[in-house]
């Protein structure tokens, strides 16, 4: 196949890769092709969640904004969500129960978990953003 | 007066009814101004669109001062590398073509034209958006004539 101009923009599903991050109960979606994102700054992941699992224990922050993205599976039906996750945010720790299609804005600073997915009667799509190339987690002092 | 022959073939106000339209798309979820507006700035905007059917997106071909990412993702737990659809997109001021058929992300650096985007097919829906790190929308966004 030619080569083209642009193709090396696109970072594609890689067939056959698992990651080593997935478990029985979180899937990371794998994807192959650029190193760099093309110099972009901001970054993008997402994994499935069909069962229960404390996906994070240690509250931290971070140095740029990210944003937590709980949907379900049926791109027909934005309400079709059935789970139930609880996010601690800030420092007291308050907790959040998220059971519909939420997204979770953090900015820079805001300390945050632990993330327990409690209940998945449905399988989450969980996509995290963040604004910042290198994901540093800075822990609470 | 009396009845015309032939008027029976003048057909005025003919209307007729189309079967009612499956949408090839829905707007699900994502990140704008408005819904920031109470919680403070952040430079970044998304969303998520769930694509049903095969169609033409809507934004002619267009490029931004700002980077983007677009983003393309199968919503099967089990298989989660098939798009479970087929999508054109044409990227550059030449057009040139690239052809969809996993999940994805396509980087767009500031000044990179991009679109049209055709949703070819469709096995299974799946959501397609976008994620600009700009505040808005369409703020930064040059659209090309």
């Known amino acids: ?141 | 007066m009396a009845k015309a022959k032939y008027q029976k073939y003048v057909l005025k106000e003919p209307r007729v009814s189309l079967p009612p339209k499956k949408p090839t798309s829905v707007p699900t979820f994502g990140l704008s101004e408005e819904l920031m507006s109470g919680i403070g700035k952040f430079d970044c905007n998304f969303n998520f669109v769930g694509i049903l059917a095969p169609h033409v997106l809507a934004d002619p071909p267009h490029k931004h001062d700002c980077d983007e990412l677009l983003f393309f993702i199968s919503t099967d737990p089990e298989n989660t590398t098939d798009l479970g659809g087929e999508v054109e997109i044409a990227l550059g001021e030449e057009w040139e073509k690239h052809v969809i058929t996993t999940s994805a992300i396509i980087c767009l650096p500031k000044g990179l034209q991009h679109c049209p985007v055709y949703v070819r097919k469709v096995d299974r829906p799946f959501y397609f958006g976008h994620l600009l790190l700009a505040a808005k929308y369409g703020s930064n966004a040059n659209i090309l004539g």
């Open chain 1, 1 to 141: 196949m030619a080569k083209t101009k642009y193709g090396k923009y696109i970072l594609k599903g890689a067939r056959g890769e698992k990651s080593p991050l997935e478990t029985s109960a979180m899937k990371p979606v794998v994807l192959e092709g650029l190193e760099d994102w093309g110099g972009i700054k901001h970054r993008m992941k997402w994994s499935f969640i069909s069962q229960p699992i404390l996906m994070i224990d240690e509250p931290h922050s971070h140095d740029f904004d990210e944003f937590l993205c709980f949907l379900g599976c049926n791109p027909a039906n934005e309400l079709d969500f059935d789970a139930e996750v609880e996010l601690s945010l800030g420092k007291e720790g308050e907790k959040q129960i998220i059971n519909t299609p939420t997204v979770v804005c953090i900015p820079r600073g805001l300390i945050h978990c632990p993330i327990n997915f409690k209940t998945i009667s449905k399988p989450v799509l969980f996509c995290h953003i963040s604004t910042a190339p290198e994901y540093v987690r800075k822990p609470v002092s």
